[in-house]
């Protein structure tokens, strides 16, 4: 990390900056902190690209489709300003080298119980990438970077949601468009055509022969970027040294053809199969580095507490007597919503709250005096927090025993529905044989059968009381566990996950689109993971709320003649039969769902990665 320069902001939005973390064709990226000490990474798009509206449209598709990627192996979307006049997105900041340096500088190719934890992560990282409708572009070496609790994957900057309007005509990638990092480009960006999930699955397996190797598999650029940009195109990789069984499963994700190659589901789990050595996922030395890294972190925190800045900075404004006013720095452009504080006891409006001077920083502009607050920094303490910034969120905590308790609480729900559903089926045969004009009390045992549907009814609905109570509990836990294991992708507030199925009419769509959500968190995709179980679910559910509407006002005993009491019975039976279908249905629902936020949580308790 590099220090800030004098034409460097102090502040972006509610983040303070911190230093430089580098730069590249986008703009520059900062290590900052925000006013409630989370660490972040702020990258800000360059001026000259800012000022191209097809670029704004573009970047804010970007952040709003990075917003819905997971952050539990990539870098979450935190906060961002779209439209600010110098747009800017902060992101978690993921506090470790990229997969680059461990391999070039610290350690060299990473032993295979390191290549298996980072397969592992990297597959898991692209497939929240893809649940969320994006194809990442350019997996690579320096986009992956290594933690203590492993690989996170960074950079959506040049993702773009799988969407027509992105795309020219004939459905080919825009003129312009073409984008990826030599020599882990795939064959299909090499040649401009249409890009797919299957492009991430061919960089991802020439990041593996990188990590197990320290070569690219299609050789480097010395000869020429137009001979490895053939080759990749056109000839095998050379997989020489990599070690069985890995060659074939490298070899598999090299394959030219898109339609050849694995799905992210097969490669995870061919790579789970693997031998597990165990011990850390990294080597030791690799794992020293991380501690250092952390240190000099730590060091970077802002040193000065808030008062001895803002006295630095108030006593920079006052030259001396005597002395001449030095001509003030040509203001930068602005970052973020303004901020308001008092004149009178802070420094001047910082610059984006000026009308910006033309040619804006120049090699002449004067630095700021040792100690004081950068350019264009705000006093400390004096932006409010931003509202689009989220906490983070608790632990998921394990719900196994609502879970089990929920779906013996269905399967007792069934009992009552099926026993009144052989009640009625006698009382309809009795019925039946009577005329239709007479009243259903000529019946034999007229009184029995009233009392046995009436005290199944009773059962029914105390078990339906007790299913209203640990419903919602389970739900609500369920939607806390979504939440952690992808924040802020869930569209409704915590409390409607239990108040939504008590609210007329909304309880017919609402808890689905909760429900869809949590499953695409719990599953770290939008598709498969057995979505059908959870479509399946809801209908049955609907088609119950419905039928049981329709039969819950009458009984079969309260009308006055056979016919009717007749078509009374044969509309209970129907509700009986949907609603026995639909807690059959949600007891697999909720085991499925539950076991599949447990396997979550318990991957985390392990370390998933780290060992």
Avoid at 83 to 99: D, H, I, K, N, R
Avoid at 162 to 170: I, N
Wanted: hydrophobic share 40%; net charge neutral.
């Amino acid at each position: 990390m590099d220090g800030l320069s004098p034409d460097d902001p102090g502040w972006i939005g509610n983040y303070r900056l911190l230093g430089r973390l580098g730069e590249g064709g986008m703009g520059r990226v900062y290590l900052a902190r925000s006013d409630r000490g989370r660490t972040v990474a702020v990258k800000v798009v360059q001026e000259q690209l800012a000022r191209k509206p097809d670029f704004r449209r573009r970047f804010a598709q970007e952040v709003k489709a990075a917003q819905r990627v997971g952050g539990e192996w990539t870098a979450p979307v935190l906060d961002a300003d779209t439209e600010a006049p110098t747009p800017w997105v902060a992101t978690g900041y993921v506090a470790g080298p990229s997969l680059a340096e461990v391999v070039d500088k610290q350690y060299g190719p990473l032993p295979a119980n390191s290549v298996r934890a980072l397969g592992i992560g990297l597959v898991r990282a692209l497939q929240a990438i893809h649940g969320a409708g994006l194809v990442h572009r350019d997996l690579k070496p320096s986009n992956v970077l290594v933690t203590i609790d492993g690989p996170r994957v960074i950079d959506f900057g040049i993702a773009r949601a799988l969407d027509p309007a992105m795309q020219s005509t004939d459905g080919l990638t825009m003129t312009g468009a073409v984008v990826g990092s030599p020599g882990f480009m795939s064959p299909e960006q090499v040649r401009g055509e249409r890009v797919s999930f299957a492009s991430d699955v061919f960089c991802l397996g020439a990041v593996l022969a990188y990590t197990a190797t320290g070569k690219l598999p299609f050789g480097t650029g010395e000869g020429g970027i137009h001979s490895l940009l053939y080759r990749i195109a056109s000839e095998e990789p050379d997989l020489t040294g990599i070690p069985a069984p890995w060659d074939q499963l490298i070899a598999w994700c090299l394959v030219k053809d898109p339609s050849q190659r694995p799905s992210l589901e097969t490669l995870s789990a061919r790579i789970e199969s693997m031998e597990d050595t165990g011990g850390a996922w990294l080597p030791g030395e690799v794992l020293a580095e991380l501690g250092r890294h952390a240190v000099q972190l730590l060091n970077s925190e802002d040193p000065q507490s808030p008062q001895r800045l803002q006295s630095h900075a108030l006593a920079a404004q006052a030259p001396p007597a005597g002395a001449a006013q030095p001509p003030a720095p040509a203001p930068f452009q602005g970052f973020g919503p303004p901020v308001s504080y008092d004149p009178a006891h802070s420094p001047p409006p910082p610059p984006w709250q000026q009308s910006p001077a033309p040619g804006g920083f120049h090699a002449g502009s004067p630095s700021p005096p040792p100690g004081s607050l950068h350019a264009g920094s705000p006093p400390p303490g004096s932006l409010q927090p931003s509202p689009h910034y989220f906490s983070p969120r608790p632990p998921a905590r394990s719900a196994r025993g609502l879970g089990i308790g929920l779906a013996v609480l269905l399967g007792l729900y069934t009992l009552p529905l099926l026993l009144r559903g052989a009640v009625l089926g006698e009382v309809y045969l009795r019925l039946d044989a009577q005329d239709g004009t007479a009243s259903p009390g000529v019946i034999r045992d007229y009184g029995a059968l009233n009392f046995a549907t009436d005290a199944l009814d009773a059962l029914e609905s105390a078990l339906a009381l007790a299913l209203l109570i640990l419903w919602p509990i389970w739900f609500q836990r369920m939607r806390n566990n979504a939440d952690t294991f992808a924040p802020v992708r869930l569209r409704f507030a915590p409390g409607l996950a239990a108040g939504a199925w008590f609210i007329p009419f909304v309880n017919l769509f609402m808890p689905k689109q909760m429900t869809n959500d949590i499953w695409t968190a719990t599953a770290g995709r939008a598709r498969g993971a057995g979505r059908w179980l959870m479509h399946t679910w809801w209908w049955c559910w609907i088609l119950y709320v419905l039928a049981y509407s329709n039969s819950f006002f009458s009984s079969w005993y309260s009308h006055d003649t056979v016919s009717a009491a007749m078509s009374d019975i044969i509309d209970t039976q129907i509700t009986a039969s949907t609603g026995v279908i639909s807690a059959v249905v949600a007891v697999f629902f909720v085991k499925r769902l539950t076991s599949m936020q447990q396997k979550r949580i318990d991957e985390a308790a392990r370390g998933i990665g780290t060992a």
